[in-house]
């Protein structure tokens, strides 16, 4: 098996769905096309000291 960090992210995502599922939540399936992305909402601009904080 490999130990890719793509692998391993991959790894970890299973193991919190997993969970997720097994304290009752629940996915909902969206349909193709459709996206959270919200063209009106204001952009916002990160500098590297307010990442750094944010992190």
Do not use: C, D, Y
């Amino acid at each position: 098996m490999s130990h890719s960090p793509a692998n391993q992210a991959q790894q970890r995502l299973n193991e919190q769905v997993e969970q997720f599922l097994n304290k009752g939540g629940t996915i909902k399936e969206v349909p193709r096309g459709v996206s959270g992305f919200n063209p009106a909402a204001p952009k916002v601009h990160w500098t590297k000291a307010q990442a750094a904080t944010k992190a």
